[in-house]
């Protein structure tokens, strides 16, 4: 059984960093491609990033040049670094791997 768990959410002002972690245990992380997805209030859940197995990255337009996503297969981890955060970045944010399993969500709230 597959189980990821997220850490690293808070609050922070505009403009300030958080990484997001999420550690993935019972499968064979390396072959995974893994993936932040996010949830704000009253909106559907949305693919913020995406990184494959090889380590090719994918990110949604609104968050290019501010959030790198990364993976250490060594730690089956994959994180999330977000700079310069703005309010509309407010969300639960979930890890997914192979868009198949879901991590339990960790709140980011950015305060103006």
């Known amino acids: 059984q597959v189980q990821l768990v997220e850490s690293g959410g808070g609050l922070v002002q505009v403009g300030g960093s958080l990484r997001l972690s999420c550690a993935v245990s019972g499968g064979i992380f390396s072959i995974y491609t893994m993936a932040w997805y996010r949830q704000a209030p009253g909106k559907q859940r949305e693919l913020v990033a995406r990184?494959?197995?090889?380590?090719?990255?994918n990110y949604t337009d609104s968050v290019k040049g501010r959030f790198t996503i990364s993976r250490d297969n060594a730690k089956n981890t994959v994180y999330q670094q977000m700079n310069s955060l703005k309010p509309e970045d407010t969300a639960v944010y979930y890890c997914?791997?192979?868009?198949?399993?879901w991590g339990q969500g960790t709140q980011v709230t950015v305060s103006s």
């Open positions: 990184i494959s197995s090889g380590g090719i990255t």
């Open positions: 997914n791997g192979r868009s198949t399993w």
